[in-house]
């Protein structure tokens, strides 16, 4: 998967625009070039002919990037309005791969969770956003409800993602389910274009099987699920958490490496508990007990000096030698 701001400053360099000057107050939290892209897609900025100066970012695909006042040089402008000529940028970007968030069981949701929803499907926006664009990630089957508590969470938000009542457009789906019956590898991310992810959230009660249940009403019969050396335990269960899996690995990422990254501090402590506990053995007085060699080893997740002494005092275990 080649990232957005790629294709997009390649297509603004065959129009001719070589230099770019970036606002004073424009702000970025991934890279430079993706932050461009976006902003321009959705639709917050346009570029524009102008003749001024800046100081030198860096140079993209043939385009020199500059913010501000400074010695440099540049002839276009991203702004929020054009006072010039305006550059009709008529860029189509890629439609796949696509995130989809169904919201067929939101109706089972008690009020927390749906604000939980909403809230991490915001963080979903923000992890599609760092490698694609809004128009990558789809909201569908969404209730009115949905969209009012949005408007709420995210006031003022500028995006184009597609939020439908109805179902995704599907082509080549696989669904993201801890109970899945097939195991999602690097090669079913590159052989698949849909990649759903369950919108459900389940921290006030038990949604057994609604994963499955959601499959089913989608008419989706691959079931996949992401395990980490052969368990579940450590695997992020947050839905942006397995988006950054899915998007990572169709970016190039070893699986596992792609795991790790997207890992919460929750994530690391909960499987080195388990780790180890399979390495760890039982002393006279019921605690645990596990060398310092044992533990190196069961601390192959590279976890933080804290992490590790977490774990420990979670699973009441004592280190030997």
């Not at 000529?85 to 169904?102: M, Q, T």
């Not at 450590?234 to 942006?240: E, L, M, Q, S, T």
Request: include cysteine.
């Amino acid at each position: 998967m080649t990232p957005l701001w790629k294709i997009f400053f390649q297509f603004l360099a065959q129009r001719g625009v070589d230099s770019l000057c970036l606002p004073l107050h424009f702000k970025c939290r991934w890279e430079i070039p993706q932050c461009v892209a976006v902003g321009v897609l959705v639709g917050r900025y346009a570029v524009c002919r102008w003749e001024g100066r800046g100081e030198f970012l860096g140079r993209w695909e043939g385009v020199e990037v500059l913010r501000g006042r400074g010695v440099g040089v540049c002839r276009w402008v991203l702004a929020k309005r054009c006072v010039g000529e305006r550059l009709e940028v008529g860029f189509s970007p890629p439609e796949r791969p696509r995130i989809v968030v169904d919201l067929s069981l939101w109706g089972e949701h008690t009020p927390g969770e749906k604000h939980e929803l909403v809230e991490q499907i915001l963080a979903t926006l923000d992890a599609v956003r760092r490698v694609l664009w809004d128009g990558n990630l789809w909201v569908t089957n969404a209730p009115g409800e949905f969209l009012e508590l949005l408007g709420l969470h995210a006031r003022g938000l500028v995006h184009r993602m597609n939020i439908s009542g109805g179902p995704p457009p599907l082509e080549k789906p696989v669904v993201l389910d801890p109970e899945g019956d097939c195991l999602f590898t690097e090669e079913t991310a590159r052989s698949h274009s849909e990649f759903i992810i369950g919108g459900i959230v389940d921290k006030e009660r038990t949604a057994k099987s609604g994963t499955r249940r959601l499959a089913e009403l989608l008419g989706v019969e691959k079931r996949c699920r992401i395990e980490l050396r052969g368990s579940l335990v450590g695997v992020p269960d947050r839905i942006n958490k397995i988006a950054e899996i899915v998007l990572s690995v169709l970016a190039g990422v070893p699986l596992e490496e792609a795991i790790l990254r997207a890992q919460a501090k929750r994530d690391r402590v909960y499987r080195l508990m388990w780790e180890i506990q399979k390495r760890a053995r039982r002393l006279p007085d019921g605690r645990l007990a596990i060398t310092r060699d044992a533990l190196a080893e069961a601390n192959w997740l590279g976890a933080p000096p804290g992490e590790v002494e977490l774990a420990l005092r979670k699973t009441h275990a004592v280190v030997l030698g």
